[in-house]
């Protein structure tokens, strides 16, 4: 079965410190994956993608992610965190054949602490 | 949010209340989709739209039906047949290309009591 697994519900870090959330996937053929950020009472919006070519992936505001094929991960990085990217963090991958299907992660929510 | 408007961002109805959620989005985009967010679930798809006039189920479409009948409009009704329905909905479009990201509208957070 295909599925995405954020496997901690909660990272706490401190402002200026490296962040990491981590994100498994299982999906047949060559995988499409997205992370997204959604602050309280709003929509999703998009931070990047890895479709193919380099595994370091970058994308808005100084996030980052590495995508590793053995490991099937896609963890979300950013060197040094700020106390406004404290939001909820979801993993998608796209789902093999068919339309535009997206399996979301159940998300992990960041806390950064001044 | 740019792009896709959902309204209204608050709803209260009724137990027994058929309701409609509205979803616009200006971005020429193909592709839309409905899911409902719960807590610690993360999404889940509802209904989808590749095209208009043409709209497929997605894995939690019972007690929900959606219609396409423009390209920039992509209506969900909740009817009093969705045994659960106080949940935040969430609108979403995409490019009809693969493997382009999906953007997503703010949201309509519906109570029913």
């Known amino acids: 079965a295909q599925s995405v697994a954020q496997p901690e519900d909660q990272v706490n870090v401190a402002e200026g410190n490296p962040l990491t959330v981590k994100c498994t996937y299982s999906?047949?053929?060559?995988?499409?994956l997205f992370w997204y950020v959604q602050y309280p009472n709003r929509g999703l919006q998009f931070l990047l993608k890895?479709?193919?070519?380099?595994?370091l992936v970058k994308g808005s505001y100084g996030f980052e992610a590495e995508f590793n094929k053995s490991q099937t991960s896609f963890h979300l990085k950013k060197p040094s965190a700020l106390v406004s990217d404290s939001a909820l963090y979801f993993c998608?991958?796209?789902?093999?054949?068919?339309?535009?299907?997206?399996?979301f992660g159940a998300g992990t929510r960041l806390a950064v602490h001044p | 949010d740019g792009g896709i408007t959902q309204s209204p961002k608050y709803l209260f109805r009724k137990e027994g209340q058929n309701v409609t959620l509205s979803c616009e989005q200006n971005?020429?985009?193909?592709?839309m989709y409905w899911y409902r967010q719960d807590p610690g679930q993360g999404l889940r798809l509802i209904y989808y739209?590749?095209?208009?006039?043409?709209?497929q189920k997605g894995d939690i479409a019972e007690g929900y039906s959606v219609s396409r009948e423009k390209k920039e409009s992509f209506p969900l009704t909740v009817t009093s047949a969705q045994k659960n329905p106080t949940a935040f909905y969430l609108c979403?479009?995409?490019?009809?290309?693969?493997?382009?990201?999906?953007?997503f509208g703010p949201g309509t957070r519906l109570t029913v009591t």
């Open positions: 979403a479009s995409s490019k009809a290309e693969l493997p382009y990201e999906q953007y």
């Open positions: 999906v047949s053929g060559n995988p499409y």
């Open positions: 890895y479709i193919t070519g380099d595994n």
């Open positions: 998608a991958v796209r789902v093999s054949g068919g339309y535009n299907k997206l399996i």
């Open positions: 971005l020429n985009h193909d592709a």
């Open positions: 739209s590749q095209i208009v006039n043409d709209f």
